[in-house]
């Protein structure tokens, strides 16, 4: 919070600068008018800041801590790697959900604008994919951030694999439109059954089988978590 316009601010700006130039420039292009596009853009845009903001937060913490000496004061404390673990993991999903919340109240005002409800029709769903997404996420920048040994290798990790999964997850447009082998290649994005599962809580529309994203986003945060547990407690990259 002491530096809320970068962590808070900042992507909520983003996501409202995203809605703005999107809705201007292609909303009317699209079948259904801007209201349904409107509708259909809003739910992506708030899981782009969970996936964003929780990944930011663990990963510059951790690096920062490295970078400034200061990680030796998370390091010396009698906790253990579980409790390393919870309170890192704690942090970049407290962030995410603060942004995607944050976030959701401002771009309401285009929904109402538009005439479009935004009342989540699948609760559970908003609620599981919102929280694995920011789990997610928060381990993924938990290992990139002791992995990287600068700002810069961070930035790799950002700017090549994150960004780019995210934006090619469905988040501003609809697979259906797409040709049969890239609709196969979407799949296989894990990011995009976390947005197209978020949407469906806000929607009740799905484009992919939701017991498969259930599963396979369960599958992924469970091996995330047991890789997070065994760098925190072997100290790699931490310790030396």
């Known amino acids: 919070m002491r530096v809320w316009p970068q962590t808070l601010l900042a992507p909520i700006v983003s996501n409202l600068l995203y809605m703005t130039v999107f809705v201007l420039a292609f909303a009317e292009m699209r079948g259904g008018g801007s209201g349904a596009f409107i509708a259909f853009l809003i739910p ?62 401002g771009l309401s005002l285009f929904a ?6 935004m009342w989540p029709a699948q609760w559970w769903a908003l609620f599981y994919f919102g929280l ?9 920048g938990i290992l990139s951030g002791i992995w990287a040994e600068k700002f810069d290798q961070l930035a790799v990790v950002n700017q090549f694999i994150i960004l780019p999964l995210s934006f090619l997850s469905g988040t501003f ?28 809580g806000f929607s009740g529309v799905a484009e992919s089988n939701l017991m498969i994203g259930v599963i396979l986003i369960a599958v992924i945060n469970i091996i995330l978590l047991i890789i997070v547990l065994r760098v925190l407690k072997t100290g790699w990259r931490l310790k030396a």
């Open 112 to 117: 109402i604008y538009a005439g479009q409800s």
């Open 173 to 200: 447009y609809s697979i259906e439109g797409l040709p049969a082998g890239l609709q196969a290649v979407m799949r296989a994005n894990p990011l995009f059954y976390l947005i197209d599962g978020f949407r469906y």
């Open 132 to 140: 694995s997404a920011a789990m997610m996420m928060s381990m993924v």
């Open 44 to 105: 992506g845009l708030i899981m782009l800041g969970i996936l964003n903001n929780a990944s930011s937060n663990t990963s510059s913490s951790i690096m920062t801590g490295k970078l400034m000496g200061s990680i030796i004061d998370v390091l010396m404390p009698p906790l253990s790697h579980v409790e390393m673990a919870i309170a890192y993991i704690g942090g970049g999903m407290t962030r995410g959900i603060f942004v995607a919340i944050v976030t959701a109240i």
